[in-house]
């Protein structure tokens, strides 16, 4: 069966509809999406209603629980105090423009969605906030997938697209306990895990404007990056029109973030 994961579409209609093209022309059995339906983009509540229209399984995004239980952001969630205020707006500009019927939708998004052995979450099994990056700690990446009860996990967020192959490791673990004099060691070994991250359809941060998503075929295991071009400055045109701060606009032409890294972007906001 050959899945189609797509991700991070942040009211980007235009881009939406070119990949969800693109998944009719690779003759995808089955689409899945990691959340962020809303926020930074133009249209939120048309992007919501082609997800709910075509019945694609949806996860729900940190955007997406943020319109939903109000602004869950402080500045550890942010690059820096700048990006904080725009995306400040960005939350409020979306809050007044998504319709009851696109927060109901939202509201009912599950945290996490299972097929198999694959498992499909926004950020990680923990948080929505929390980013999985390629170059993670690799007891943590494989921690993460563990909790899932997957082999491979799909997730979104970060906006850059990657697999991540976790090779079979041995890993000891020490127990103490109160009715056990000592310590208690525990080995095992675990088989081949995968972390993919999908990208972004509606603000990719790969350094080109053009929306990605990832197939994967369950025959095979085989994982293969889509990016597709689409019309990104009618987009961009939109953005400016609404009222959006216009960064938002330079940065999508761009597929970039707007020179602002964090200081630890694994770290999940515990607010």
Request: net charge negative.
């Amino acid at each position: 069966m050959k899945l189609a994961v797509i991700s991070c579409i942040h009211g980007n209609y235009e881009a939406l509809d070119a990949v969800l093209l693109d998944i009719d022309r690779q003759k995808a059995d089955k689409i899945f999406c990691v959340g962020d339906l809303v926020g930074y983009g133009p249209y939120p509540n048309a992007v919501v209603e082609q997800i709910r229209s075509l019945d694609i399984p949806t996860c729900a995004g940190c955007w997406d629980e943020d319109i939903v239980e109000g602004l869950n952001a402080c500045e550890c969630s942010y690059p820096s105090l700048l990006a904080e205020k725009r995306g400040q707006l960005a939350h409020q500009w979306t809050n007044r423009e998504v319709t009851p019927e696109t927060r109901d939708f939202l509201a009912y998004l599950p945290q996490s969605l299972q097929e198999g052995n694959l498992c499909f979450v926004h950020g990680s099994p923990h948080s929505a906030h929390e980013y999985l990056l390629p170059e993670i700690d690799a007891f943590l990446a494989l921690e993460r997938v563990l909790a899932t009860g997957a082999d491979i996990l799909f997730c979104g967020h970060t906006h850059v697209p990657y697999v991540r192959t976790l090779d079979r490791a041995q890993l000891q673990i020490s127990v103490t306990s109160p009715s056990i004099e000592g310590e208690q060691s525990l080995n095992f070994t675990t088989p081949l895990k995968r972390i993919v991250n999908v990208g972004s359809v509606g603000e990719p941060r790969h350094g080109r404007p053009n929306a990605t998503y990832v197939l994967y075929d369950t025959d095979t295991e085989q994982a293969t990056l889509r990016e597709v071009p689409y019309d990104y400055q009618k987009t961009c045109a939109a953005i400016i029109e609404k009222g959006l701060p216009p960064i938002f606009a330079w940065r999508l032409a761009r597929g970039l973030e707007f020179a602002e890294r964090a200081d630890d972007p694994t770290h999940v906001c515990e607010r």
